[in-house]
């Protein structure tokens, strides 16, 4: 039986995924990962890296955050409590959904969360005080291949549900795409 629902969101690779829930009087189980299941997904390789983030506050964005080949990762990214915007970016070089975004909204009422290629910029913008975030990296974290995103980049046009809150001076200083960028080269 199958535990794990992907979904196609209309850019090629990017997928939702989304848990069964099994349940009765005493709660529910739902799986969040299974190798076989999430390799039938896209997904390569093995969990590098798990991370689990809190945000203690309604508005706040954590992104648009990326890494640099040949440490590019894939990320299913899971929201544990509360609700946030989960907002996936293409900048795959040479991709016919280049610069394209999608959101979605991921809770941990919902059980859905997102399956990011490389390639990607991944941020999300809280919906709800105290969001607990699980992240699977296909990689583990290189600081010297780190890369970002402004989230108010006009090119991007990321439509954020609510006024922007905090926001990490890391975050604020991202660049904006300027005309010269072609993208994240693919291996």
């Known amino acids: 039986m199958k535990r794990l629902e992907v979904q196609e969101t209309g850019i090629p690779g990017l997928r939702r995924v989304v848990s069964t829930r099994l349940g009765d009087e005493r709660g529910f189980l739902a799986r ?3 190798q076989d299941e999430m390799q039938a997904a896209g997904w390569r390789g093995p969990v590098a890296q798990a991370n689990v983030t809190h945000t203690r506050k309604k508005g706040t964005v954590r992104g648009f955050h990326f890494q640099h080949p040949p440490h590019a990762e894939m990320k299913l990214v899971r929201c544990l409590r509360g609700e946030v915007w989960d907002v996936a970016v293409d900048l795959r070089e040479g991709s016919p959904t280049f610069l394209r975004w999608h959101a979605e909204r991921l809770s941990g009422d919902n059980l859905a969360a997102l399956l990011i290629p490389e390639g990607f910029a991944h941020g999300f913008q809280t919906l709800t005080d105290d969001v607990d975030m699980l992240y699977m990296h296909s990689a583990p974290h290189t600081p010297g291949s780190e890369g970002g995103i ?6 991007l046009a990321v439509t954020w549900p609510l006024p922007i809150g905090t926001l990490s001076e890391r975050d604020r200083t991202f660049p904006l795409i300027t005309a010269p960028f072609k993208g994240i080269a693919q291996p």
């Open 32 to 34: 969040v990962f299974c």
């Open 150 to 155: 402004h989230v108010l980049d006009p090119v």
